[in-house]
């Protein structure tokens, strides 16, 4: 178990530290248990795999009924795997959109010097912290290789990725801001891995100014803010400091899960520090990324997705390591995460953080609300 929490899970920062400690010793165990992992990963697709039989088909076993067009998608591509044709896991990903009606606004005529005036063609940059949801760790569970090496599908991050080049394509934030500004710049592709080219470090060039690392709980969110400015100023061929920017921050499941399952701490990460710690960021951005609009989005409760691990042997093993002493009728799950979420919108309450170039805006989509799930 110490093996799980301290050299699997540690992001990369740390993990270039403990490879340093004890360079052969430490090589040996990390492939050793990527094998057992990567093993029981195998045994569990397996076992799916030969669930998928004329007899139990893709309907039986998979009871979400989903009405969104990117979603439909999606699970036809899934209901034609199980169904027995010969498509690589991989193919199912990634999903676009087959309309989008939105009207196709200009740019402001002038340069906005307020981003309460902002419009969608008129966001140069995009930007990202968080942890392995934004980072899009095995995000599409493709190969063996990709489970191996804890590849990062960066292209493909919900808020960051920039497959393809238009939301028919990817159905990503950047791709739909793409489709006002072609000359978006910050959004990432290809892929990143947290073996020696983790996203959030300067080994992987594919992460572009997704900053988020797997693993990373708001204790490392201000790193990675210092590290998103870093690029953008060690770049300035490619990035305008002074253009519009939006940065999405998405943190919160570490917190929860590392806080009170892994390092196992009677209080685990409090609201108070977690509101903190978001704090302490903003700050930091305030000061030294000006004209920037921040996508805060709320708290993600891991446990209203157990339902859905029997479609992932990835999500399976995740759950089990990181989030093992928690169930989804544990009242501090609810507690926990509430708490962030009400730190949360008090941050976006505060005026401090509500200027004319800079803003925090709070997205609820991930609120108390049951039905979303």
Excluded at 168 to 185: E, G, I
Excluded at 287 to 294: E, I
Aim: hydrophobic share 35%.
């Amino acid at each position: 178990s110490s093996l799980y929490s301290s050299t699997f899970w540690a992001t990369p920062r740390r993990f270039d530290s403990l490879i340093a400690s004890n360079q052969g010793m430490q090589k040996t165990i990390f492939i050793t248990l990527l094998l057992q992992v990567n093993l029981l990963v195998c045994i569990e697709s397996v076992s799916l795999a030969r669930q998928a039989t004329p007899e139990n088909s893709a309907q039986d076993l998979n009871p979400v009924v989903i009405g969104r067009d990117p979603y439909d998608i999606l699970v036809k591509r899934f209901q034609t795997l199980l169904d027995g044709e010969n498509v690589p896991l991989g193919s199912l990903l990634p999903v676009g959109v087959e309309t989008f009606d939105c009207e196709k606004i200009d740019s402001s005529p002038t340069p906005p010097t307020s981003v309460h005036k902002l419009r969608p063609s008129d966001v140069q940059m995009v930007g990202a912290l968080g942890d392995s949801l934004t980072a899009g760790l095995w995000a599409k569970e493709a190969h063996m290789l990709a489970q191996i090496t804890l590849e990062e599908d960066v292209d493909i991050s919900w808020s960051m990725g920039g497959n393809g080049s238009t939301p028919f394509d990817c159905a990503t934030m950047p791709n739909f801001l793409r489709f006002y500004n072609s000359d978006l710049k910050g959004y990432s592709s290809g892929t990143c891995s947290m073996v020696g080219e983790a996203s959030g470090s300067d080994n992987c060039p594919n992460g572009a100014l997704n900053a988020a690392v797997s693993g990373e709980t708001s204790r490392g969110l201000l790193a990675e803010a210092q590290h998103l400015v870093k690029v953008i100023r060690n770049n300035p061929d490619i990035y305008d400091e002074a253009s519009w920017k939006v940065v999405t921050i998405f943190i919160g499941v570490n917190d929860l899960c590392t806080g009170l399952c892994t390092l196992n701490q009677p209080e685990g990460i409090t609201r108070t520090e977690y509101g903190n710690n978001v704090r302490q960021t903003l700050d930091y951005l305030k000061s030294n990324l000006p004209k920037t609009f921040v996508n805060l989005v709320n708290a993600l409760n891991i446990t209203k997705l157990v339902p859905f691990q029997e479609y992932s042997a990835n999500c399976r093993l995740f759950y089990s390591i990181m989030c093992q002493c928690l169930k989804p009728d544990d009242p501090r799950v609810n507690s926990y995460i509430e708490g962030y979420q009400d730190e949360l919108a008090k941050i976006a309450e505060d005026a401090s953080y509500d200027q004319d170039d800079f803003t925090v805006v709070l997205q609820p989509f991930l609120d108390r609300s049951e039905e979303r799930f």
